[in-house]
């Protein structure tokens, strides 16, 4: 029983230690997106509201459907020396709008469109979200990156120390040299510390952003890559201007706003254009129950809402019996309206229409600078690498030469110090080169609404 009892406190102080010392591991920026994205309560909200509001604008059918009403009455009249009369009555209508030159469809279709636009808005909002995770993982895993280079200089620089300081012991290097390659030493230990302190500040944000505890244990994996697979992009910028007037949702948008609002303002031109009613409906009536006299009735109504000043209805009834037509009425119904503001109305709407069309212009104009500017700025630093890449090599076969030459008495090591600085910052300088390529790279492809890697694709 005492080793029963010994083998489960001992497996119970291992389940607690793996709890205390467990991590959470990513192994790609896109995974730790996915995570960040599944993690947000806000997202998860939005997505909800969008979609909702979708369905409602696609089933707002009510404008199409017919009307109906319910009336129910009882009359008693009491007559003083007379006899008392009661009267009951039912009725049932029902109205259906046949026509109305567009109006209530377009109306439709804009509301629906917009909402459609709001889902892809949010697709947009995502990515650019998601886009973000990734930035920040990268900027992490560039920080890991620049840490082992600093890593590589401070052993490199430390080697070339304990030598510099036995030769200045055996009084073969002045005093003069040893410390000024120790004081330079002493900036690369210190940068070493500032690398790291920055990788924990790093680290913390992209724990804020993807809403994890700050004392959280986090490994990121996958080292930075080149991503400069896919050719330059300012030669094809025309293409790809199209293609954001293809997709890009705000563009869509502003174009789907500018053509419901031609048809509108065509709408509001059509002074004799009416909106089609029919009404029909029938009614029980006697003087007690159950009522057994029915009578129907059907009217024709023609609404002229648009006429200036002057909004007509005109109407064409008929009741009938079970037999028979009993009832025919015309009417014509026309209100004087005083309308001091009909013509400054009529510019205001003109000007809307025009104001519409500017607006499509500067989204346009807006969207294609911003797409400009990030294939330039994925151009430059294409060329980035590629320079900082050579130069690298050029740097190192000079440090070779120059390790030659320390060895033989013909370089001082602090020069050759400055040297193992320069391609270390040269290394640095290209991991940051990379990471910009990538993100402009993903900023292209969120205006382009299509998915990350998907720029690819099009070439």
């Known amino acids: 029983m005492k080793s029963i009892g010994k083998k489960t406190v001992i497996s ?38 969008v979609e909702a509001s979708y369905k409602v604008a696609c089933f707002a059918l009510q404008e199409f459907l017919p009307s109906f009403n319910a009336s129910w009455s009882e009359n ?8 008392d009369s009661h009267s009951k009555s039912l009725q049932f209508s029902a109205r ?14 804009m509301n629906k469109t917009n909402a459609y636009y709001a889902v892809k808005t949010y697709e947009q909002e995502l990515q650019a979200f998601q886009s973000s995770v990734i930035n920040q993982y990268c900027l ?7 840490i082992k280079i600093k890593n590589d200089l401070e052993k490199n620089a430390a080697v070339q120390l304990e030598i510099i300081k036995e030769e200045y012991r055996l ?5 003069n040299d040893y410390l000024e390659y120790l004081i330079s030493f002493r900036k690369i230990q ?29 490994r990121l994996e996958n080292a930075l890559t080149g991503g400069t697979d896919i050719p330059y992009l300012e030669p094809h910028i025309a293409d790809l201007q ?75 009834g008929y009741g009938f019996n079970k037999k028979q037509l009993v009832g025919l009425d015309n009417s014509l119904s026309a209100g004087i309206v005083p309308d001091t503001n009909y013509f400054i109305k009529r510019n205001v709407d003109k000007i809307a229409l025009e104001r519409e069309g500017e607006q ?8 294609h600078e911003q797409l400009f500017e990030r294939a330039a700025a994925y151009d430059d630093g294409k060329d980035s690498i590629e320079r900082i890449s050579e130069s690298i090599l050029l740097r190192e076969k000079r440090l070779a030469v120059s390790a030659e030459q320390v060895e033989k008495g013909e370089m001082k090591r602090i020069d050759y110090l400055a040297e193992l600085m320069e391609l270390a910052e040269e290394k640095i300088n290209r991991i940051a080169a990379e990471t910009a390529v990538r993100a402009a790279l993903r900023d292209i492809e969120i205006l382009l609404c299509v998915p990350f890697g998907g720029l690819q694709k099009c070439f």
Do not use: W
Not at 76 to 83: E, L
Not at 140 to 146: H, T, V
Not at 171 to 175: M, P
Not at 194 to 218: P, W
């Open 12 to 49: 119970l102080l291992f389940c607690l230690a793996a709890l205390a010392f467990s991590e959470t591991v990513f192994r790609s920026p896109e995974e730790a997106a996915e995570f960040a994205v599944s993690n947000s309560k806000e997202y998860r909200l939005k997505k909800l509201h």
């Open 76 to 83: 008693d009249a009491v007559k003083i020396g007379g006899a």
């Open 96 to 109: 259906q709008v046949i026509g109305d030159g567009g109006k209530r469809i377009v109306a439709y279709k």
């Open 140 to 146: 992490c895993l560039r920080q890991q990156e620049i």
């Open 171 to 175: 009084g073969l290097a002045l005093e």
């Open 190 to 218: 210190n940068d070493k510390k500032k690398a790291e302190r920055e990788l924990r500040t790093q680290m913390r944000v992209l724990k804020s952003i993807i809403d994890m505890a700050a004392d959280e244990e986090l």
């Open 242 to 316: 199209r293609m954001t007037d293809e997709r890009n949702p705000a563009i869509k948008k502003s174009e789907a706003a500018l053509q419901y609002a031609e048809q509108r303002y065509k709408y509001t031109k059509l002074f004799f254009l009416p909106e089609v009613a029919v009404e029909g409906g029938v009614s029980f009536s006697g003087t007690a129950y159950p009522l057994n006299k029915p009578s129907y009735s059907l009217k024709l109504s023609l609404n002229f809402q648009n006429v200036p000043f002057v909004p007509t209805t005109i109407g064409n």
């Open 360 to 367: 499509l212009r500067l989204q346009k104009n807006a969207v």
